[in-house]
């Protein structure tokens, strides 16, 4: 089963997920087939380390006849080039601070994250985009890029992820409940500070996982598998990336419930 932890994430973001943008976006499912589903049984039920991803941010400069084109854009296509050219120019001068010219500059939805799109797998995005971030050095900034959406300034990111395990609690006034769950909010509280307590102690981490998490999360010790920057709920992604190795958290709350992340790699 796909970790529900990871199906949840966009709809209790409190902003956009940055891989991939939507306007970029070639074609994709509605949500990722749980792996569950293979008639393999050998084949893994959470998500591995993928190979061939990249990672990059953006400066979209769009105008008035594009693709998804926001009404607010009346600028015409010369002059959405123009712009995009002198953001080039900007963004690859020495000291340049790239999230900010996208902040300022691009009308993608990604701009209030600093044009940052995080990683994604060949195919996600429209060809010419994806082409134009494989040709990239990482930490360099491409020439000016047509796309149907408009003109865009990329910079090559490096694919930054992680491996972790979860202990997730649930309540059943948590504003995303898990179907089936009854206690109340209290006793959740009480359940994972247990099940963290056995932990402190010592106790083994699929066995405590086991013993207290909920449903389908108790799979495969609550293995997450890899994932990228935000591709979790705000509240569980800075402080997996804060982990080292083998270390887990605190008891974090989401809008989902109570969890103890630990990083496997």
Avoid at 98 to 105: C, D, E, M, N, S
């Amino acid at each position: 089963m796909f970790p529900f932890l990871l199906l949840l994430a966009i709809a209790c973001e409190s902003e956009p997920a940055p891989a991939p943008a939507p306007a970029l976006v070639a074609e994709a499912p509605a949500e990722p087939a749980p792996a569950a589903a293979s008639t393999n049984p050998d084949a893994p039920r959470v998500p591995t380390r993928a190979t061939g991803r990249i990672a990059a941010s953006h400066v979209l400069v769009s105008y008035a006849q594009a693709m998804k084109a926001s009404v607010a854009v009346t600028r015409t296509r010369d002059e959405a080039r123009a712009l995009a050219e002198r953001v080039r120019e900007e963004a690859a001068a020495p000291g340049a601070d790239f999230a900010a010219l996208a902040r300022k500059h691009s009308d993608d939805p990604s701009a209030s994250r600093g044009g940052n799109l995080g990683a994604f797998d060949s195919g996600k995005m429209v060809q010419e985009f994806e082409d134009a971030v494989r040709a990239l050095p990482e930490g360099q900034i491409s020439p000016v890029v047509e796309t149907p959406f408009g003109f865009h300034v990329i910079r090559r990111d490096p694919v930054l992820e992680v491996h972790c395990a979860q202990l997730m609690v649930g309540f059943a006034t948590a504003e995303r409940p898990i179907p089936g769950i009854t206690r109340s909010k209290e006793d959740a509280r009480a359940r994972i500070e247990a099940a963290r307590a056995e932990i402190e102690g010592g106790a083994d981490w699929a066995s405590v996982v086991a013993k207290y998490g909920d449903g389908n999360l108790t799979q495969d010790g609550g293995d997450l598998g890899w994932f990228g920057r935000r591709q979790l709920m705000p509240a569980l992604d800075d402080a997996a990336f804060n982990l080292d190795i083998g270390a887990h958290t605190e008891v974090i709350e989401s809008p989902a419930g109570f969890h103890v992340l630990k990083r496997v790699e």
